[in-house]
């Protein structure tokens, strides 16, 4: 049983006065640290547990709430964490894993990965790279197998066309690209999944630390294209997570 | 067998010649219009067949397209058709059906309908009514089934929150929203399904047509949020179908 | 009696010629100490003492024009002071207060607290905290008496639910929020109170600075928001100040 | 007592269960009309009752709304109701009231006023009616006595000196100005109250529709001024009459 | 001789004044029209004679600067001529050709076409077919030959595959797209000539009349791309025309 | 004697007390009509008498200020008055001159004319001769002559060479462009009198209504340039006359 | 006698072949540095010697500009030079002037000054002082004497009414203001002489490095405001001594 | 015979399975690194052979690279290679050129230089230099000789006049600049040839780091302009060879 209806259901039985009823629900649903509030229902409530979002917390807070969740949970992500804070970080979870490519940092274990479907992460060009890690990391940690297809972008389409067959099997894909970011378009073009289209501040000039790839994204002339903001590699692998575990 | 490895298949065992065969993909691919090259195997390829852009083109071209279109499909559907052009077109086809607030006509059937998983399509406000039902549509033609739940902006959460329970029975939600597009960050704290949001052009003053509201659900603090373009009712349909059709 | 209205008596009555009478009104108003006029009566006509807006300015300038309030005031803030150049500062003040948090230095002391009503500042997430502070700090300072509740982000809307019912009792809200801001509407359709819009610079990509925040809470859909600026926590608290300090 | 207090208690002593529960509350607090669901405890909730946003609505809509809020309320206000939607209007509520410059209808009657406190709208120039009118007609129909002080912009000051003494005795002060915006930063040097700050499309070429206004508002140099949506007179009264109404 | 050159001399030979030089080089190189000074030397300067932009300036007044080209060019071409004021100015040139999607009238004769190479103008979708036209009537006025691709879109690049072989043929290539305008890279990406991308204001939403396609072409990931103005189909063609009769 | 300074001895003298003194300055200062506080002394104060702007008045309110305004000064200008205001206008004032492309009435005396200096207004193209307009018959209404050099823009240098002694010789310029404006940096390089930079909203595409001229003139490498608002003629010819009234 | 003029007379007189005379402008004109064309002939043509733009200049390009101009004037100066350049460039003129505030250096003489007007610049806060001290030094050094009215910002105008009456006796005044730039509309109408309008980018948030004042200044209300760039303090001085020196 | 032609045959004729005709079309076509797909038969589908895009990569992927295209071409080009990256890869290549202003390297020979037409690269100030040399490599390594003039800008056209006559020869002119970007629109209205203009992002203020040069380069008024990215003199360069490089 649902630990709320539990809660809601002491209350009309009388096992549980309104005050206290208060409280039992509070507890189940999240730890106050003053700081912060760490969520320890949205699993419940979302699908996926608590990840932290590493910039603008210190190493201390980092660690208080990564403590916290793993109360619940069996593993925990911190990204947007700078190497030197990931450093004060470790000395708390020696074991802890960190990418510092991507900047981010995984306590405990990955999720039990799903079988018959995964995420391809398809890079236009050699500098995407680091949101793309951020992206399979992420969805690696919540469950999903994922394959990344670097450096095919569309100013060498036969790049792409080589690979094209395979990544026709992923259950979503993620098109990772800064500059005008055609290849959100393009990839949808080509496909019968869901392209979650991933903006990248690679670039220069009137790229404007990647709005041009994103209103380039947003308006694809292609069916099936959705966008998350720029370089945000987690948000597209958690999308893409969701719809990769959908049954 | 695939009618493209057929042809394949044929120029290794010699059946046909380099230029027949090329002629030969090509008809297998689109009808050439003089003005537009119509998409045929797009439900081949993209797992959704060919939809007409009725905005910009003529009432003559948008009949002739549909006519190409059905000689492959049962049935076509062509959005952003004002009213005016829509008559002229009903006149080649009238058993179309024509909706005047999102403007758009189905000619020919439905495809069926997915049994296992529907899209909810939850509005902030009234004036939000026009996207939604350009949503609804093209999910229904596309094979899915739809439920709209309009008015529960965040100005109100009461409104969201009687029917919360409801709306976390779909296999993905649309969050349409003007003004500040809060409503898809409140969602995807509550929901473990993809909310795909749909900023519209509501508002006035600082609202620039729709900008706020994309900015601000590209900037969603809640997981699980991915974008499309202000009032694309179609773009937005047509990702949560690729996601409610996933198996 | 008002000091401006014996001035222009003097001057009916014949006490005083009109150069006499314009000096006599400058004295009364600022000191000009070169650089800077610091302002003298400005909580006669407005309400508040003079504040020091330490950056751009050297530690000398704002050592000098606290010596010049502290003349007619029993204590001076300085916002925006770089922790380099409070140290300098202090030398000067040895018994002042300083957060390193918000860079906010008070010398002297607080004013008198209004008793019947305060002040709650809300915060979306823990890296808000810094507007927060500033916004603490300077109400305390101007008379009000203040409750942060930090980390009440849409994304999880219980942590806000458990403790709406204390925000109710405040005389006026302000909502700390970057990203999406969304915090702000939320609030407002909750409360009987004005809500003073804080948009903050945290986040990342599209968000700009804070820019989109500021744009999503100017078009909140619920009544009773105003907006001050990004990462403005001291123009958030005085206008709270003047609004919690009405009888 | 509160009647959702009633409910609750009812749920605990057993003598409702909880789908009813459940219903009951939802009956208190809107009316579902299909294309909206009317608020009708946003006096209980935010002080004030539901006002009907009229743009994008139609006037059969409008009617409704105004018919089911008025079942709980004595009386109604309809903001951006274009003159020949308002005729369609008047034809159920033959005795409302309607002003064509701000496009406001108002049914029924307005609150009782408070009594010791009042609301000064001050513009710059005379373009800059509209949005006060709108400023004007909210607020009284809240509750709220104001005054206008036309056509008193920075452009010729001595027009404002020979004002501002009584401008001062009002409880709250809105600074409506398109163009640059000056007339809150000036007023708000000048007084002891809060000054909500309600920029104008007022203007041409750089002015963009009122941005130039909305940005100078929000980088005012002098404290206690906080900004609304442009044109939004609505808003800018709504606060007022919050913070008017304080006690 | 150069007639510049020849007054050059004449001075220099005495045989005229400096006054009257400088009037003989005034006479050679525009007609002073009071409202225009129409441009005679255009084409000893800059290759291609005056063409008259007809936007914001009255029938009669493109009616006579058109007579005075047509004194020193057998050929004159209006640009964004409204049908309404092309009729007024047909009266005046019964013989004159006016092609209403593009609005562009041409009096007297086309030039001697190239006959080495032509232009190849590829249009993403049947909407940019406007532009397009605009760019083939200036082009073939100027003295190239032009082919026009409708159509190929990134969104079925298969379209576009079936015609690369023939496009490659062209000297030069313009790229025609509104939306995301990534059809300018792909064409790059495949071709040995130069691109001149032409965004149109085609699309909605976030597309900003044509902006977005601007700047994802101005970032473009492929060499080779060099941008015109939103729309200015006659600033495509006049580039691609310089191009095209290089020797 | 300066009717103000009267006043204040007055007041020292005791021959005034002190609300009969507001009274007398407020009476001398504007003339409340309700709507407008029309500015009396203007002139007293910078120089240049009330000038009406036209736009968002009605008729009958344009008119009410003239008369005002004619009861101090020999005439009056009205600008943004459109066709149809005009017309009313006229009925009041049938002596009134009105210009119909810069949509300016004059109502009374120019004033007498300066002699020994005047204004050049250069423009780049036909189109905006609208704006030139409005700064001619502004000026001259001051007190300034003024010659217009039409069509001087920067794609045909010699049309600009052919004049730039003439231009020489006036005391300050007026540089009217739209496009990219580039004509206010080549005139403020070959002058040395000051240039006033009036950018129009003539053009398309990412001209964005004036935006693109008046960034590239705020830019402007040439030393000597200032900028006024878009299509502004009024306030351009308002700084020149000030600039060019300097003794 | 010109030399220009003279040249050209000796071409007519056969004393100069045209080669020659091409020469000899050109040595007139500039000294070809390689890197650099240094514009000697910039007195002659534009009333102020070249002024050397120190930014994206090495120290050794700097000092050798320098010296050509000192060829032909006495004195230079340059702006934008970081104290480390700065001091490189003095081991070349031991005696130069340099300010660290500003950032500028004079080497060699200022101009006589002008006699019967000068220049006032008035500035909103002491963080102005940058740019007000730019164009303090550039004004002295081109010819025209100074005063500065520091920290006289709108948050306080009675420290601005102050000095209003001497500000009044300048010949022309430069606006110093960031944040809203509320400076210039509010002195504009005060004043009988122009406003020369400099931006700064004091503030912080939505002030986008001085955009909002800027934009806030070219809109202003008040006749006789003209409008420089961003912190250009060179600019404000020279348009201000252009005007200043007028007869 | 051309190697993919080559395959094909080998296909129909049955010499090689499918399987294998794949591999070695992927072969010919690029060399997959993993981080990177080196694009190797670049030369033989765009006219030029691979370049490398330094920014965003280590110092070891760009020698990978190089070494991977080193067997195929006889020289390769990184552009924006940091000076400390440079050093690395110059330890696997000792005899690259390496030039510090552009942050170029070039490893192997240049291409035989096109002997009839060169590329003119006029930029405005000294400060554009940056991109102009990046222009300059890259047109000299793809075969292409070249010309700069420095220091042209509009504030003194008689720099540039006396260079015209020079510049009228080449067969394309690159105009590099800063601030307005008034230069292409000059150049463009003096010669017959293309202009590709070349914004920088040198400037302060509201320059915007180059938009505004772009935006005023993109309206152009003068025809035979088309625009690449800002700083992007490798873009520009590109173009204007394969300009240069047509017969």
Same mark, same amino acid.
């Given at each position: 049983?649902?630990?709320?209806?539990?809660?809601?259901?002491?209350?009309?039985?009388?096992?549980?006065?309104?005050?206290?009823? #208060?409280?039992?629900?509070?507890?189940?649903?999240?730890?106050?640290?003053?700081?912060?509030?760490?969520?320890?229902?949205?699993?419940?409530?979302?699908?996926?547990?608590?990840?932290?979002?590493?910039?603008?917390?210190?190493?201390? #807070?980092?660690?208080?709430?990564?403590? /916290?969740?793993?109360?619940?949970?069996?593993?925990?992500?911190?990204?947007?964490?700078?190497?030197?804070?990931?450093?004060?970080?470790?000395? /708390?979870?020696?074991?802890?894993?960190?990418?510092?490519?991507? #900047?981010?940092?995984?306590?405990?274990?990955?999720?039990?990965?799903?079988?018959?479907?995964?995420?391809?992460?398809?890079? /236009?060009?050699?500098?995407?790279?680091?949101?793309?890690?951020?992206?399979?990391?992420?969805?690696?940690?919540?469950?999903?197998?994922?394959?990344?297809?670097?450096?095919?972008?569309?100013?060498?389409?036969?790049?792409?066309?080589?690979?094209?067959?395979?990544?026709?099997?992923? @259950?979503?894909?993620?098109?990772?690209?800064?500059?005008?970011?055609?290849?959100?378009?393009?990839?949808?073009?080509?496909?019968?999944?869901?392209?979650? /289209?991933?903006?990248?501040?690679?670039?220069?000039?009137?790229?404007?630390?990647?709005?041009?790839?994103?209103?380039?994204?947003?308006?694809?002339?292609?069916?099936?294209?959705?966008?998350?903001?720029?370089?945000? @590699?987690?948000?597209?692998?958690?999308?893409?997570?969701?719809?990769?575990?959908?049954?």
């Amino acid at each position: 049983m649902n630990p709320l209806s539990q809660i809601l259901q002491d209350v009309q039985s009388g096992k549980c006065d309104l005050p206290a009823a #208060q409280k039992r629900i509070e507890n189940l649903m999240f730890a106050d640290l003053g700081h912060t509030k760490a969520d320890l229902n949205r699993r419940e409530r979302t699908g996926a547990g608590e990840v932290v979002f590493g910039q603008g917390k210190s190493a201390e #807070q980092c660690a208080e709430i990564a403590k /916290a969740i793993l109360t619940r949970e069996s593993g925990v992500l911190i990204t947007r964490l700078s190497p030197d804070k990931a450093e004060k970080v470790k000395a /708390a979870f020696p074991d802890a894993f960190y990418d510092e490519l991507s #900047q981010i940092m995984r306590i405990g274990r990955e999720r039990e990965k799903i079988e018959n479907s995964h995420i391809a992460i398809v890079t /236009a060009g050699t500098s995407d790279m680091k949101a793309a890690r951020e992206a399979e990391l992420t969805a690696n940690f919540l469950g999903s197998r994922t394959k990344i297809y670097p450096d095919c972008g569309v100013a060498g389409l036969h790049r792409l066309a080589s690979q094209i067959e395979e990544i026709r099997k992923a @259950g979503v894909v993620i098109a990772v690209a800064g500059m005008e970011g055609a290849l959100a378009s393009v990839l949808a073009g080509m496909l019968k999944v869901p392209v979650i /289209a991933l903006p990248t501040s690679v670039g220069y000039g009137a790229s404007f630390g990647g709005l041009a790839a994103l209103l380039s994204m947003i308006n694809s002339c292609a069916n099936g294209v959705s966008v998350v903001n720029i370089d945000n @590699g987690f948000g597209a692998a958690y999308n893409a997570h969701l719809i990769n575990s959908k049954k």
